[in-house]
């Protein structure tokens, strides 16, 4: 017996040591083997989860999503419909009988209906143009959702008609709007979104909203299910109130709107309690800084008797969901680079759910991420940690356990060697906050050899990274850079006061912060003062430009698609109305010299560290002139520099994710040419 058990302890070792040995670092291709889970969606009875399975197509070069069902233990995982066209938007109706959703068609996206008994679904609308915030009433007889209703663009002159057969240039593309083009879609035509209603067995669409005002985001229906509860700005003077919205009130019979807030700030996402008594919204009282916590706020049916619910709590709520018994609400939110769902009730008591909510956002660690609930109070979510991207997680609230049931990567992660993800904290020298950053290393990590070190700087700068799955960060690592990616001050989680610091002082602190965090990695031996690199997007490119401004203690850089000068991207970028005053006081032409003293552009003289500087040839946020400034300047001054522009990518430039390996191919090609230590 003792000799079996030896034999058989050896074969498990010698099967370990083999999957070990076939085990390889991440690699480019892998990035197209992955999938995730998005918008899971529980029944009603907490029997069913239906989410949404996004993989990347390498044929297309895009991510592609069709609609899957799963029992909340793990079993009967299938596929909802044999349709292989894009699917989205699940959502169950009350009873649980059935479950509408959104699909592509060669004619556009429309309405489709599953019903759970037979398995048969069918298409039920006819749109003109794709609905979005699809929403069942309350006794499940009809459906209300958003849609745009183009217009007609203005015309200034009246042009002769061309002869027949005439090949003239096109007419011009004339606007007159604030906002009238967006990052990721070019220029926006002319059109407002509008509330309808659709019968849920199909016909006829009713029109709810009028007006020149757009109408988007959640939708809630009274129990009664004769009116709507949605947020708008419907004031005369919206497109340069833009920061401001309220909850109103429609009657889905008449049309009659209600105005139920009235206040300067964001009032959205009305949710409705069971018992109809109490709506739930989030927003805030604007006082024009560079960030604001967007609070979780209560008022009655009618508009009387509001508060804020979440005031103990110093953080943004997100993606509420009153409980079954109309007690109080599920909701979403970031603290320390992690999100969580926490329940809070009436008293304002906030109780913590489940944690490593996100894994959407596949390219670096950025938060995000969704959840619903199912009558008796179980959740399903998208969780990830470094080591995955998100899978489907159901937190059991009998047991207080959260188990993820998917493992939509696992034939692969099995045999990849992922760098070690490690969470630090430090103490900031300009103020003795403390910052928290982590630190990836290469697989195989030799703590006895020297590594390069690059430290990676993300963008926002309101928002935050944390402990999530990152494809970038992970193929750093597998070049065998140490990677250190910090929340600096500005960063979200960490509540109001820490993210608006920058105001009026951006590029500011927030740059010793990111340097108090290297001098840690160097005084713990895995960072060496002649092996140091920087890298960002965005927001993380104006940190590394101005990085590289202020010293010179870096090998080389790569700059990607930065704010060089203030002063033209504030005019120029897709979101140039939204900066004035709540970065920055006053605009450009009012403030010259407080935009220049925070452009990247007036350390240029300074630099004289290798730089990369990349940008999307699309992007309409950070837009390709602000890039071509610094690689014109560090041309002239004759300093190591290239240009790297990609064709068809926009501000996101790792959304199709061939863009994503060009990107960090690039990023690592540049870096590599500077790197002495620990070459493979």
């Known amino acids: 017996m003792k000799r079996i058990n030896l034999i058989i302890t050896f074969l498990i070792f010698f099967t370990y040591l083999t999957t070990e040995a076939q085990k390889k670092r991440f690699s480019y291709l892998d990035v197209f083997e992955l999938s995730y ?54 959502r169950w109706s009350p009873k649980g009988d059935r479950l509408a959703f959104v699909s592509s068609t060669e004619e556009g996206s429309e309405i489709y209906m599953y019903w759970v008994s037979s398995g048969k679904f069918a298409r039920i609308s006819q749109l003109p143009s794709s609905p979005s915030s699809l929403t069942w009433s309350p006794n499940g007889d009809q459906l209300a959702f958003s849609m745009n209703i183009p217009k007609k663009p203005p015309v200034l002159a009246k042009l002769p008609e061309k002869p027949k057969g005439a090949d003239w240039a096109e007419t011009p593309r004339i606007t007159d709007r604030l906002y009238h083009e967006a990052d990721g879609r070019g220029y926006i035509a002319p059109g407002f979104n509008h509330l309808f209603v659709i019968p849920a067995n199909g016909g006829a669409l009713r029109q709810l909203t009028e007006g020149d005002f757009q109408h988007r985001g959640s939708i809630s229906w009274a129990p009664s299910g004769t009116d709507l509860y949605f947020s708008a700005n419907r004031n005369e003077d919206w497109e340069y109130d833009f920061r401001n919205s309220e909850i109103y009130t429609v009657n889905v019979l008449n049309g009659n709107i209600k105005q139920l807030t009235i206040r300067q700030g964001p009032d959205r996402g009305p949710a409705v309690s069971p018992n109809g008594k109490t709506i739930a919204y989030s927003g805030y009282e604007d006082k024009v800084q560079a960030y604001q916590v967007s609070q979780l706020q209560l008022m009655d049916g009618d508009g009387e008797n509001k508060k804020v619910l979440s005031m103990s709590l110093d953080r943004d709520v997100d993606d509420f969901q009153w409980d079954a018994k109309g007690s109080g609400l599920y909701f979403m939110y970031d603290d320390k680079g992690n999100t969580k769902i926490a329940h809070i009730g009436f008293n304002g008591n906030v109780k913590d759910l489940a944690k490593d909510v996100g894994g959407t956002s596949i390219g670096r660690p950025y938060g995000g991420g969704s ?166 997007g965005s927001a993380g490119g104006i940190m590394t430009a101005w990085i590289i401004g202020k010293n010179n203690r870096f090998e080389a850089a790569v700059v990607a698609k930065p704010v060089m000068n203030w002063i033209s991207k504030t005019l120029v970028a897709d979101n140039y109305f939204g900066y004035a005053n709540s970065r920055y006081p006053g605009q450009p032409w009012e403030n010259f010299e407080g935009y220049w003293k925070f452009s990247p552009l007036s350390l240029v003289g300074n630099i004289e560290t290798p730089a990369m500087v990349m940008v999307g040839m699309d992007d309409l946020r950070t837009p390709p002139s602000e890039a071509k400034q610094l690689y014109h300047a560090l041309k002239l001054r004759k300093i190591e520099t290239v240009l790297v522009e990609i064709p068809g990518a926009s501000h996101g430039i790792a959304n199709k994710p061939s863009n994503l390996i060009t990107k960090v191919a690039h990023t690592l090609a540049w870096l590599n040419k500077y790197r002495t230590t620990n070459k493979d």
């Not at 069913?48 to 899957?68: C, H, K, P, Q, S």
């Open 37 to 90: 889970v998005s918008d899971p969606q529980i029944s009603p009875d907490g029997s069913w989860i239906v989410y949404r399975r996004m993989g990347f197509n390498i044929m297309t070069d895009r991510a592609e999503g069709n609609l899957w069902m799963i029992r909340k233990d793990g079993s009967q995982h299938q596929k909802l419909t044999s349709r292989e066209m894009s699917e989205s938007s699940p």
């Open 371 to 536: 959840f619903s609930v199912a009558n008796n109070g179980t959740i399903a979510f998208t969780q990830t940690r470094p080591e995955y991207p998100a899978e489907l997680a159901v937190y059991d609230p009998k047991k207080g356990t959260t188990t993820k049931i998917t493992g939509l990567n696992k034939a692969l992660m099995d045999f990849r060697d992922l760098g070690k993800v490690e969470e630090i904290w430090y103490t900031s020298s300009y103020d003795q906050r403390d910052l928290q950053g982590w630190v990836v290393y290469p697989p195989g990590y030799d703590a006895s050899k020297k590594y390069p070190f690059l430290v990676e700087n993300h963008g926002g700068p309101i928002s935050n990274y944390g402990d999530r799955f990152t494809a970038e960060i992970q193929l750093y690592a597998s070049d065998g850079y140490i990677v250190f990616y910090p929340n600096a001050r500005g960063s979200t989680s960490y509540g109001e006061e820490f993210g608006n610091l920058l105001y009026n002082n951006y590029p500011g602190q927030d740059y010793d912060d990111v340097m108090d965090g290297v001098d840690l990695c160097i005084a713990k031996g895995i960072a060496h003062e002649d092996q140091l690199f920087v890298t960002g």
